[in-house]
């Protein structure tokens, strides 16, 4: 990282006039998050644009926007809104906690607050139960159950563990994610809400409350009374629905070149295992579908030269690079932010081909 930057990295940003969705570069300084245009898979400077820090509030995690959960709104001291979404629960946390400690650098009393903050579990003395879930199922504020996927099956009215401890802290029940798990906990104690599926049906076992509940993407729970199951015969499965059915093993944005245009665009990439595959998806969609993704078994992949232009690479795009060659011999070149990035996706790809 460059001096003075306390975070940089990916982001989805709405647009300011027409509300369109688009990647930008994001750096994370002590008093401004600038942003950055790609081309060709490099930064185009000057910044595309700057937010000023200073009187600046942060809403995280923030729903306004039912198809992208994972969304920090930023309001700065003009009014003017930010909605800036990450690939990820963890790394939208992770922004979120280095946006607020950058607009509080002056109060060093109120950072280390923060730090303490993170980490701290304090529950409301007074809780209701029955009024946490009557919001719960408010048709314009509640949570919405929907049909969720879990190893080729197909489970009615559901949400994702992720999504309900989201819920709770944005609807002010709870202060922290650990509040919310706890409090989900509780409720599913209380027979309020019931676990659906193989992931969150195997963490009731533990015999601590705080573990029962998964803060997870991937575990899938419903409320009680609506409990109903729907399995997908073999028949009915379609290829695609078992492509998406393994276990998130990474996600995160990477740099992709276009097989017909050859030209650079900025994808969230997911790689499952059981079985193994690798889809991304354009983050300017609403739609939560993959664009694109192919089976890593029998795959090959490998870094590329840092050096100069490599073969195959179209544009003057170099560095941080590797290349993925499929079963049947299709090439897909892409691109890491840093050389740690793009070891670590290599070391992830070639566990699973």
């Known amino acids: 990282m460059e001096d003075g930057v306390l975070k940089e990295g990916f982001l989805v ?47 995280c995690p923030c729903l306004e926007y039912e198809n992208r959960p ?34 509080h650098a002056g109060q060093p009393g109120k950072v280390q607050q923060l730090h303490i903050q993170k980490n701290s579990f304090k529950l409301p003395p007074h809780i209701s139960l029955h009024r946490i879930v009557d919001r719960m199922h408010d048709g314009s504020s509640g949570i919405r159950p929907c049909p969720n996927m879990e190893q080729g099956s197909t489970y009615k009215k559901t949400f994702l563990g992720s999504s309900l401890v989201d819920w709770l802290i944005s609807s002010n029940f709870a202060a922290s994610r650990l509040e919310g798990v706890t409090l989900a906990s509780m409720l599913m104690e209380e027979n309020f809400l019931r676990p659906v599926g193989v992931r969150s049906m195997g963490a009731i076992r533990s015999g601590d409350l705080v573990e029962q509940f998964l803060d997870d993407s991937t575990a899938l729970y419903t ?22 059915s393994g276990v998130v093993v990474k996600q995160g944005y990477l740099s992709k070149q276009g097989h017909k245009r050859k030209n650079w665009k900025v994808r969230r990439f997911v790689l499952r295992r059981d079985p193994a595959f690798l889809h991304y998806y354009d983050p300017s969609k609403e739609e939560n579908r993959p664009v694109g993704g192919f089976s890593l078994r ?35 070149y892409i691109q890491a932010s840093s050389k740690a990035e793009r070891a670590e996706w290599i070391e992830a790809i070639k566990k699973l081909t």
């Open 298 to 332: 029998g795959s090959l992949v490998s870094a590329l030269e840092d050096n100069g232009v490599p073969t195959g690479v179209k544009g003057n795009v170099q560095g941080n690079l590797f290349k993925v060659i499929t079963k049947d011999d299709t090439h897909y």
């Open 13 to 59: 940003k709405r647009g300011h006039i027409v509300h369109n969705w688009k990647a930008r570069w994001f750096i994370l300084r002590q008093n401004t998050l600038l942003y950055y245009k790609l081309e060709g898979g490099r930064r185009v400077t000057p910044p595309k644009g700057r937010i000023l820090l200073d009187g600046c509030t942060i809403t």
């Open 70 to 103: 994972l969304l920090i709104k930023l309001k700065t001291r003009t009014s003017t809104e930010y909605f800036l979404e990450a690939c990820s629960r963890e790394e939208r946390d992770s922004w979120a906690f280095e946006i607020t400690g950058a607009i």
């Open 223 to 244: 409320f009680a009374e609506s409990y109903k199951k729907k399995v997908s015969s073999k028949e009915e499965i379609s290829l695609s629905t078992m492509e998406l």
